[in-house]
């Protein structure tokens, strides 16, 4: 998607408001914050939406200033990302979702601690895509969308954040059903 005008800037918000305030949501554990975070991003896009438009993937430039903006609130209110997202309830339904996601290779684990700590310690790209479909509900394709990159890569991510996990809590790594989504 290539927006050229207002029409195309008010089109851009429709389709990404929604996604980027529940990621928001889900990052700060607070309403509120997030919809000021993601008020001001859409503010800057706004102000800058011909820079935008020169932008490879306008896309990913809205997520990446998205991501900035939710690490800099959490900076500035003294929390870690990581920390913060452990401790809301849409990272514990994320542990959930994937627990669910993962039943069989996670039958045997005790906690949902190690869970925690396997995803807040993913690369910044497949926690976003983990984050996404497993707390928000987003098909591979949406991801894509939101996040600017191609709906292979998101697969990519999702199967290579699952593998991890599971090495790093001692499970098997056999395939996921769900990749070919």
Same mark, same amino acid.
């Given at each position: 998607m290539h927006p050229t005008g207002t029409r195309d800037l008010e089109a851009f918000f429709a389709l990404y408001a929604r996604p980027h305030l529940r990621y928001a949501h889900s990052m700060l554990g607070d309403g509120q914050a997030a919809k000021a975070v993601v008020r001001r991003c859409f503010s800057h896009l706004a102000l800058n939406w011909r820079n935008v438009l020169r932008e490879e993937s306008p896309e990913a430039y809205a997520w990446k200033l998205l991501k900035l903006r939710v690490e800099t609130h959490l900076r500035l209110s003294g929390r870690p990302a990581q920390a913060q997202m452990v401790q809301s309830a849409a990272f514990q339904h994320t542990a959930r979702a994937t627990l669910e996601a993962m039943r069989c290779k996670f039958a045997a684990m005790e906690s949902a601690l190690g869970l925690y700590t396997a995803i807040a310690q993913l690369p910044e790209?497949?926690? %976003? /895509?983990?984050?996404?479909?497993? /707390?928000?509900?987003?098909?591979?394709? +949406?991801?894509?969308?939101?996040?600017?990159? &191609?709906? %292979?890569?998101? +697969?990519?991510? &999702?199967?290579?954040? &699952?593998? &991890?996990?599971?090495i790093e809590l001692g499970l098997p790594t056999a395939p996921a059903e769900d990749e070919k989504e």
């Amino acid at each position: 998607m290539h927006p050229t005008g207002t029409r195309d800037l008010e089109a851009f918000f429709a389709l990404y408001a929604r996604p980027h305030l529940r990621y928001a949501h889900s990052m700060l554990g607070d309403g509120q914050a997030a919809k000021a975070v993601v008020r001001r991003c859409f503010s800057h896009l706004a102000l800058n939406w011909r820079n935008v438009l020169r932008e490879e993937s306008p896309e990913a430039y809205a997520w990446k200033l998205l991501k900035l903006r939710v690490e800099t609130h959490l900076r500035l209110s003294g929390r870690p990302a990581q920390a913060q997202m452990v401790q809301s309830a849409a990272f514990q339904h994320t542990a959930r979702a994937t627990l669910e996601a993962m039943r069989c290779k996670f039958a045997a684990m005790e906690s949902a601690l190690g869970l925690y700590t396997a995803i807040a310690q993913l690369p910044e790209r497949q926690y %976003d /895509v983990i984050v996404l479909h497993y /707390v928000l509900g987003y098909p591979s394709q +949406r991801i894509a969308h939101i996040m600017g990159i &191609r709906a %292979d890569t998101v +697969r990519s991510h &999702r199967r290579l954040a &699952r593998q &991890r996990i599971a090495i790093e809590l001692g499970l098997p790594t056999a395939p996921a059903e769900d990749e070919k989504e």
